[in-house]
């Protein structure tokens, strides 16, 4: 029996889902089920952010945990680089200078992710002690802010996808800026699961007026 390329255990179940979501909510968009979408970048966003603790329940392989690695920003770059940009580019109608601009969004979570892969292989090899830091934004942080700006512009009647954009440019400065952020411990991880939690029930209530 030929086994296909690649890794199918438990550990990266989470990650391969979260990208499947993510995937799911891009044709959601295209289709103009914004209510839809948001869901689906939500589960995302949870998913990637259970995938490390279920990840580390096992013991791997350093090929495995590099093909880890590699995996997950392949998916974040899907999940929350190219998902939120066509969302951003859809409900904005299609206008082209959005477009533009959602296209820098990805470029930017692009270089963020590779630069983050690169000092991650920087780490392994010379520090191999756990990584306490975020160096620059994460781009889960879409995850958070793009629901949050959907339900302001709900609640306050505001017909136009400005916040909307402005929350993907200011996540693309984020991405990019040279700043050190703490990665949250389990009590910060369920502290953020919470308020997915809060968001999603949000979304729910107003999801017929997003759009």
């Known amino acids: 029996m030929i086994k296909p390329l690649g890794y199918y255990d438990y550990t990266v179940v989470l990650t391969y889902a979260g990208m499947m979501f993510s995937f799911y909510g891009i044709m959601m968009s295209i289709d103009g089920k914004f209510f839809e979408a948001l869901f689906c970048l939500l589960i995302a966003g949870l998913c990637d952010m259970l995938d490390g603790t279920v990840a580390s329940t096992k013991e791997r392989s350093v090929q495995e945990k590099r093909f880890g690695v590699q995996i997950d920003s392949l998916c974040d770059l899907i ?3 190219i998902m939120p940009a066509v969302f951003t580019y859809m409900i904005s109608n299609c206008n082209p200078l ?3 601009i959602a296209s820098l969004y990805t470029l930017a979570g692009l270089i963020r992710l590779a ?3 690169v000092l991650e292989e920087d780490r392994s090899q010379n520090h191999p002690e756990r990584k306490r830091c975020f160096m620059g934004v994460p781009i889960t942080t879409i995850a958070l802010l793009l629901p949050i700006a959907c339900v302001l512009r709900a609640n ?3 017909n136009g996808y400005e916040l909307i954009l402005g929350t993907l440019i200011f996540c693309s400065i984020g991405f990019l800026t ?3 952020i703490q990665k949250p411990n389990t009590t910060g991880k369920v502290l953020l699961s919470a308020i997915g939690l809060i968001e999603a029930f ?3 209530f ?3 007026t997003i759009i």
Do not use: Q
Request: hydrophobic share 50%; aromatic share 24%.
């Open 202 to 204: 949000c979304v729910f």
């Open 98 to 100: 959005v477009g533009i």
């Open 115 to 117: 630069y983050f892969n």
């Open 178 to 180: 040279p700043i050190e």
């Open 156 to 158: 306050f009647a505001l």
């Open 206 to 208: 107003v999801g017929r």
């Open 79 to 81: 999940s929350f680089g």
